[in-house]
C-alpha cells in the first residue's frame, strides 16, 4: 500500500483492519463466475447459495483424498465437510476466507501427481482461510467444471455478504457457532453445564453459581436449559453488564432522557429520539433523512413485530448499536484511496513494505513459500524482498547460511505475476538481494522479462524528468533495486545520414543470368535497390523481337526426324480437321543453323520452303523470296498469313497452324507428377517474386496448377483443360500451356507479378548446392523486404546445425535447411520433406520451430525506414561485406564493384555503373561503410571486455543491470546528502540510521528520493520495531516482518 505522507491512503486499509480482507477474490478471469456477479439475478443468487447450504460430495485432499460432503451452514456462516449426518470433520468460517483459488494451486494437491487422481485442474480449487499469516487451505475437486464454478462464484458471493453483513447478523451467528460447537447434534438449546465450560473459554468468569442461576431465571430458562433465543438474552445481560455509559442519557445535556435501565426492556429510545442523538451527539449528517435512520434501527431491532414506521429501540437493542462497527468512530470516506492524491513524486509517499517476505516464521528455521509473497502481496505490501542465491542449475531463495527452507526463485516471481496487483494496482517494488553468480543473474534476468512481461519496468518513464514519476504514471509495473554497473565510455553513435549516394546502377542477376538496371539507394550501411527499370520502347533492342515466333503454337522448333516429323503432323492435322489449303508449321532446319523450314499443305500434299536469314550490320533478317526482308520469322509468318505467297507455279495464303503435340512437356516448368507440398518446397527455394512451375493435378487428366511466388508468398491457381483450350478462372483461354506461360511473362498474373523465373528441376538443384544462390539468402545477405515475413507451410522447421544421415531412412541437411511438413513423434525422432526426400527421419533437437506467428509484424515499420519504401525490391547489409572492386571485369562487364559475404567468400553480389568514374563513387560509399563497421566491431570488443571486467568486479551481470530504473541501492557514502540522484535509494538497519545532526539533511533527501530500512540481524524470532520514529523521518519502505506483524520488540530503536 501507498501511503501519502500527508494523508492515510492505504488501499483497502478498512478492510485489512477491520475484517482482514485482502482485496479482490482470485478469479479465472480473476475468479471463474465471480467476474459475473454485477449481472446476477437475486433469483440467480438464491439457488446458488440454496445448492451450497445442500452440499455436494467432493474429493477433498489432505493426507489423503477423500470422498466427502462439502456445505455451506447458513446460521454459521461456515462451510463444513462432513463423513457421516452426524459427525463434521472440519469446519472454516466465511469470514476467515482470504482467498478462492481456482485450479490446483496447492501443496495439497502436489501429493497427488501419481496420476490415480483424475480431478483436471479446472474442475478444482482451493479456499486459503484463517486469522494467522500463514493460511490454512481446503483443497476441494469437484465432479465436475460446473460445479467447480457454482462453488467459485457462490463462496465469493456468500464471503462478500458475510463482510458486508450487519453487526446483529454477526452477532447472532456466532451465539449459533458457539452454541453448536459445545453440542454436536446441533439441537437449539444448552445445558447449565455446557454453559459453564464455553464462558470459561471465552474468559468470562461468573463471580458465582448463583449469580449465573439467576440470570437463567432472569431470561426465562427452565429446567437448567437456554433455548437459542434465551441464550441470546443472556448474551446481552452478560456484556451490558455494567452499562454506566447509560447514565450518560440520564443527564439534562443528552440529546434524550433514558427512563429506568434497571432491566433491559424497561425504557425504550423512540425514533425521533434516536435521529436526534445520531445528530446533535454523533455529528452525522445523513441522519437528517428520517428514512436512513428508520432502517438502521430496524436493522437492530430483533422482534419483527417492532420492525414498524415507528420503531423503537430497547436498553439492550440501544447498546448493541453503541458497540457495533456500524457506530465506529472511523470515517469510511477514508478507507479508500484518493487517486487524486497519487500524482506526487513516489518519493512523497510510505510504501508499505515486507523483509524477508519468503519466510513464515523466525528466521533461522522456518519455512520458505511462495505463499508468504502472496499473503504479503493481498495484505497490501506494495515493496516483498527476494534473497537470491545460487541453486543447482537455477537460482533459489531462502535466508543464506541458515537453516530455513529453500524455494525456487522462478516459482516466486511467477506468484508475483500472479498476485502483484489483486489488491492495489499501484506499483510493486522487488528488493533483490543478489547472492547468485553471474550466470544464474542471467538466468533471473531471463525469468523477469519472460514471466513479468510488460509488467516489468525497464526504461524511465520520461527521459528527462528530475523527479521519480507518480504512483498514477506506474500503476501495473514491477520496479526491480537492485545494484546498477556503471560503464564509462565506450559506444559508438549511430549514423543517421539518408541517402549517402544514389542512381542506377547494374546488378547481376544469378538466377536469370542476366545484367538489370536498378534505381539504388546507400542509406545506414545498407544498399536498397528498387525493381529493375523498364526500357522505352524506342530505344529497345530490335534483336529482342526475332524470339517472338518461339511462343507460336505453328513453331515446332528443331524436329527429332526433320521433315518427315513436319509432314506427318500436317498429314495428320488435315486428315483430322478437311485439310485447308494453306495449313501450315515452322521448324528449325535441319542443314542450315540459323534458317527455319516452312512446310504447309497445297492440293492434297505437303510442301516446304526454306527461310533463309541475312544480316546487315549488326540486324539479321529473314525472307522467302530476295527481294522482299523482315526483321524477324515471325513477322514473315504474319505477313503471308495477311498476304498471299506467289511463287511460278501458284499463290497461297498461310490459313491454319499445326499445332505442337502438348507443348509443355517439352519445358522445364512442367512437372507431370508433383505435389502441392513438393512445388511449394521448390518455390521457397528460388527467393525471387515471379518464379513458377505448372503441374499435373493429381487424379485429374484435364487440371492442371501454376504454382508461383508473389509478395514474398507462394501461391496457387488452378488451370481447366475444356476441350483443346486451357482455361484461367473464367474468362482467360489459352491454346496451350506454353502460350498462357509467354502471355503472362508480358502481362502481370497477379497485382504487379510476371512469370519471370521458370523453376526447373536443374534450378531447384542449383539451389540445394550452390551457396552462391541458395545460402545467399539464407544468411540474409540479400534480404528482400518481402522475405521478411515468409510464407511457410505448416509444420516447419529450420535446422540450428548440421547433420548426416546415418540410416537409408534419414534427412542430411545443413544449418539453415527448411525441413516441411513435419509430423511429431516423442521418441526424439520427427520426420519430414527436405527436397525430393519426403517423410524421412531426423533428430527433433537439431531443429526449431518456424512459425509465421512467432514474430511481431515488422514489414510496416521496415517499410517506413526503407528509403524507397515499397518500392524497394531488395537490400544488401553492406556492413557485413568486404567490398572489391574487379578492374579485370565480370560477367561481360570490364568494370565490377562485388560485395562479397565477410563469412562465407562464395556468396557474391555484383553491380556495374555506366563510367568507371561513376563506379569508384559506389565504391567509395561502400568501403567507407565497412571501414566505420571494423571500427564499430573494435569498439563493440572492447565494450564487451570491459563489461567482463566491470561485471567481475561488481559481481552484477549486465542483463541484471539493464532491467534497474529507478530504485539504484547506494552503499558509498550513505550517510552523506550532499549531492544524490533521485534515481537511488539507500538502505539502513534500524539500529544505524543518520544521526540527529543529519536528521534534516536526511528528511531533505527523502523528498526527492528513497530510502529503506530493514530489521537488524539480532531479531532472529523475527520481531519488529517501532516503525513510527522512522515514518516521521521521511523513510519511504520501512521494511517489516509481515509474517509475525504483532510481535514488537522496541529493543534498538533510535
Known sequence: MFLCMNVFLAESSAKRSGNGAEGPPHTASEMAGWGQQGEMTEYKKILIKRDLEMGVVMTVFRQKAERLTVQVIMETRQVAWTRTADRTDGVLDLFEIREVRPGRNSKDFERFKDGKDKHDESSCFTIFYGSQFVLNTLSVGADSVDEAQKWLTGLELLRQETLQAPTPVLIESWLRKQMYSVNQTKTSSISMKELKALLALLNYKAPSSRTLKDKFQEVGAKKDRLDFEQFHKLYNLIMFEQNEILDEFKKESSAFILGNTDKPDASAVLLHDF???????????????????????????????????????????????????????????????????????????????????????????????????????????????????????????????????????????????????????FPVILSIEEHCPLEQQRQMARIFRDVLGDKLLTEPVEQLAEQLPSPTQLKGKVILKHKKLSVEGGGTSKDFRKGQKQGDLEI???????????????????????????????????????????????FHGRMKEGRQMGERLILDYCTENGGRDGTFLVRQSDTYVTDFTLSFWRSGRVQHCRIRSGSEGACTYFFLTPNLHFPSVFSLIQHYRDNPLRCQDFELRLTEAVPQPSPHLQEGWFYSNLSRGQAEDYLLRIPRDGAFLIRQREGEPDAFAITFRGDGKVKHCRIQKEGNMYLLGTTTEFESLVELVNYFKKKPLYRKIKLRYPVSPKLVDQFITEKGCASLYDEKTYVEPNEIEPSLPESTVRAMYSYQAKKTDELSFSKGALIHNVSKSGDGWWKGDLGRRLQQYFPSNYVEEVSNNSRPDTREQDMEDNPLGELCKGVVDISKCNVQHLRSGKNGKSNVLTLQDVDQDSLQFDLSASSLEELFEWYQVAWDITQREMSKQYNREQEIRQQEEVEKKAEVAMEMSDMVVYCQPRSKDKDRFESYSYKEIRSFVENKMPGKSRGNDFLQYNRKALSRIYPKGQRVESSNYDPYPLWAGGCHMVALNIQTAGTLSLGGVP
Request: proline share 4%.
Open 275 to 425: 435521529q436526534r442523538f445520531l445528530i446533535y451527539q454523533q455529528k452525522e449528517p445523513w441522519a437528517s433523512d428520517l428514512n436512513q435512520v428508520r432502517e438502521l434501527m430496524t436493522t437492530f431491532i430483533d422482534d419483527t413485530m417492532r420492525k414498524t414506521n415507528d420503531p423503537q429501540f430497547t436498553v439492550s437493542e440501544f447498546l448493541s448499536f453503541l458497540f457495533s462497527k456500524e457506530n465506529s468512530v472511523w470515517d469510511e470516506k477514508y478507507s479508500e484511496i484518493s487517486h487524486l492524491d497519487m500524482n506526487n513524486p513516489l518519493s512523497h509517499y510510505w510504501i508499505s513494505s515486507s523483509h524477508n517476505t519468503y519466510l513464515t516464521g523466525d528466521q533461522l528455521r522456518s519455512e520458505s513459500s511462495t505463499e508468504a509473497y502472496v499473503r504479503c502481496l493481498r495484505l497490501g505490501c506494495r515493496c516483498v524482498e527476494l534473497d537470491c542465491w545460487e541453486g543447482p542449475g537455477e537460482p533459489i531463495i531462502y535466508h543464506g547460511w541458515t537453516r530455513t527452507t529453500k524455494i525456487k526463485f522462478e516459482d516466486v516471481v511467477k506468484a508475483i505475476n500472479d498476485h502483484a496487483f489483486v489488491t492495489s494496482e
Open 508 to 554: 547481376w542477376d544469378p538466377v536469370d543470368q542476366r545484367w538489370n538496371r536498378h534505381y539504388c539507394v546507400i542509406s545506414d550501411g545498407k544498399l536498397y535497390y528498387a525493381e529493375e527499370t523498364e526500357e522505352d520502347e524506342e530505344d529497345e533492342d530490335p534483336r529482342k523481337y526475332q524470339d517472338l515466333h518461339t511462343s507460336e503454337p505453328w
